[in-house]
């Protein structure tokens, strides 16, 4: 299939990267679709652990061209800093193989300073859990309309005017801001990435048209959408397979998959609800296990059981044609694995994703026992070696959700995952 959709069905974190980096290794072009530096993909090939937060992960493949796309907002310190880390682990990152969307929206200085003093002002019992990276207030400017794009870093005279007319000694009540210093340093930065930029839409396009594969790669993940996610605990763009065709300037015609990632349980990193959180020895567990820390912020992640309710949601939403599984190995150990099949709403039976975050914030979840398995599955690779119980919690979600299961990571390493193309899972 010429172009794929890789989406998070849960709240991020799912193991996107690592997927992206498997299938990155037959396709032609990896394409980062919305999202900032707010969001980190680990992929490790052998020994060696990539952190990556801007750069799609197809980059680690050598024939793989790797596009930012125009949904992305982009903070060229953090990119180029990423460039420097990775060339010292000998990866290349030439104008050849990686570009920059022309359009894609830039995150200044004055975004990360008005997005602290923002969660700040909420207090304690309102924080929405925001990195802090200047995301929100970007993508703030970018609908507002005053917001400064990849182009416009190129002329100075554009850069000054944009910087002047937002007036952000006013925004950030800060009389003796110096904008000509941010101006002088982000033209200088214009110039660097000036190699890099392209008009992404006719690229992409031009393409697809060519018969060239392709993914399109989302970050955080389905209950983070600022439209369909658990608002207002959400990104501010669209990690939905929706928001795809519009961060990458393509037709929904022509998406041809939707991946949908989810893990063997559940992870969440900062506020809302949560229902089947663990607080306990158990989400402790699965925590250490899992090694369930931010690759952006490395904040701990709440961990939780599996939660059939909101993934059919994150199959209605996203449209997922198949599912990749992941962290299935951190559950080796556990004596009965619990699933949410529904929620219980004020003595109602919910099975469908609440809209109203209070009445979601309320619901118990229900679950289902199922029986886990003692044995070690990390070095796996095919499914019918796996312990029977853990076959049977494969196809148990499977059917669960109405979606196939084609692909099981037991461990970050790209050897340790199995495909199930042609089982019947």
């Given at each position: 299939?010429?172009?794929?959709?890789i989406?998070?069905?849960?709240?991020?974190?799912?193991?996107?990267?690592?997927?992206?980096?498997?299938?990155?290794?037959?396709?032609?072009?990896?394409?980062?679709?919305q999202g900032?530096?707010?969001?980190?993909?680990?992929?490790?090939?052998?020994?060696?652990t990539?952190?990556?937060?801007l750069?799609?992960?197809?980059?680690?493949?050598?024939?793989?061209q790797?596009?930012?796309?125009?949904?992305?907002?982009?903070?060229?310190?953090?990119?180029?800093?990423e460039?420097?880390?990775?060339?010292?682990?000998?990866?290349?990152?030439?104008?050849?193989?990686?570009?920059?969307?022309?359009?894609?929206?830039?995150?200044?200085?004055?975004?990360?300073?008005?997005?602290?003093?923002?969660?700040?002002?909420?207090?304690?019992?309102?924080k929405?859990?925001?990195?802090?990276?200047?995301?929100?207030?970007?993508?703030?400017?970018?609908?507002?309309?005053?917001?400064?794009?990849?182009?416009?870093?190129?002329?100075?005279?554009?850069?000054?005017?944009?910087?002047?007319?937002?007036?952000?000694?006013?925004?950030?009540?800060?009389?003796?801001?110096?904008?000509?210093?941010?101006?002088?340093?982000?033209?200088?930065?214009?110039?660097?990435?000036r190699?890099?930029?392209?008009?992404?839409?006719?690229?992409?396009?031009?393409?697809?048209?060519?018969?060239?594969?392709?993914?399109?790669?989302?970050?955080?993940?389905?209950?983070?959408?600022?439209?369909h996610?658990?608002?207002?605990?959400?990104?501010?763009?669209?990690?939905?397979?929706?928001?795809?065709?519009?961060?990458?300037?393509?037709?929904?015609?022509?998406?041809?998959?939707?991946?949908?990632?989810?893990?063997?349980?559940?992870?969440?990193?900062?506020?809302?609800?949560?229902?089947?959180?663990?607080?306990?020895?158990?989400?402790?567990?699965?925590?250490?296990?899992?090694?369930?820390?931010?690759?952006?912020?490395?904040?701990?992640?709440?961990?939780?059981?599996?939660?059939?309710?909101?993934?059919?949601?994150?199959?209605?939403?996203?449209?997922?044609?198949?599912?990749?599984?992941?962290?299935l190995?951190?559950?080796?150990?556990?004596?009965?694995?619990?699933?949410?099949?529904?929620?219980?709403?004020?003595?109602?039976?919910?099975?469908?994703?609440?809209?109203?975050?209070?009445?979601?914030?309320?619901?118990?979840?229900?679950?289902?026992?199922?029986?886990?398995?003692?044995?070690?599955?990390?070095?796996?690779?095919?499914?019918?070696?796996?312990?029977?119980?853990?076959?049977?919690?494969?196809?148990?979600?499977?059917?669960?959700?109405?979606?196939?299961i084609?692909?099981?990571?037991?461990?970050?390493?790209?050897?340790?995952?199995?495909?199930?193309?042609?089982?019947?899972?």
């Open positions: 299939m010429p172009v794929k959709i989406v998070g069905a849960q709240w991020g974190d799912e193991g996107k990267g690592k997927i992206t980096d498997i299938l990155a290794e037959k396709v032609d072009l990896v394409v980062r679709y900032g530096n707010n969001a980190g993909h680990t992929v490790v090939v052998g020994d060696e990539f952190k990556l937060h750069i799609p992960s197809g980059i680690l493949n050598d024939k793989c790797c596009v930012i796309g125009n949904g992305v907002v982009l903070d060229p310190e953090v990119l180029f800093h460039i420097a880390t990775l060339e010292k682990q000998n990866i290349k990152v030439t104008p050849e193989k990686f570009k920059i969307s022309s359009i894609a929206h830039i995150i200044l200085p004055f975004h990360k300073q008005l997005d602290s003093m923002q969660e700040t002002g909420r207090g304690d019992d309102a929405i859990g925001t990195t802090g990276r200047g995301i929100g207030p970007a993508y703030t400017d970018k609908v507002s309309r005053m917001g400064v794009r990849v182009l416009d870093l190129l002329s100075k005279e554009t850069l000054s005017k944009k910087l002047h007319d937002r007036n952000w000694p006013a925004v950030l009540g800060i009389a003796d801001l110096n904008v000509d210093e941010v101006v002088e340093t982000y033209y200088a930065l214009g110039q660097r990435l190699p890099f930029i392209i008009d992404s839409s006719l690229f992409i396009n031009d393409a697809i048209d060519q018969g060239k594969t392709m993914i399109l790669e989302g970050a955080q993940g389905t209950m983070l959408d600022v439209d996610g658990t608002y207002p605990y959400v990104t501010s763009s669209n990690p939905i397979s929706g928001g795809a065709c519009i961060g990458a300037g393509i037709g929904p015609h022509k998406i041809d998959q939707v991946i949908g990632v989810t893990k063997a349980y559940v992870t969440r990193v900062g506020e809302g609800p949560f229902p089947t959180e663990l607080i306990c020895e158990t989400g402790e567990f699965l925590r250490i296990k899992g090694a369930e820390f931010g690759t952006t912020t490395n904040r701990p992640r709440r961990c939780g059981w599996l939660d059939l309710v909101g993934l059919r949601y994150a199959v209605r939403v996203n449209g997922i044609t198949e599912i990749c599984l992941t962290k190995d951190v559950l080796d150990g556990v004596e009965t694995i619990k699933v949410c099949t529904h929620y219980l709403l004020n003595g109602e039976k919910v099975y469908h994703f609440p809209l109203d975050v209070e009445k979601f914030s309320k619901c118990e979840p229900v679950y289902d026992d199922i029986r886990g398995w003692d044995e070690d599955i990390s070095q796996i690779t095919d499914f019918d070696a796996l312990p029977l119980a853990a076959k049977n919690y494969v196809q148990y979600i499977s059917e669960a959700i109405g979606v196939k084609t692909l099981v990571s037991v461990g970050s390493k790209r050897n340790q995952t199995i495909h199930l193309l042609q089982k019947k899972v």
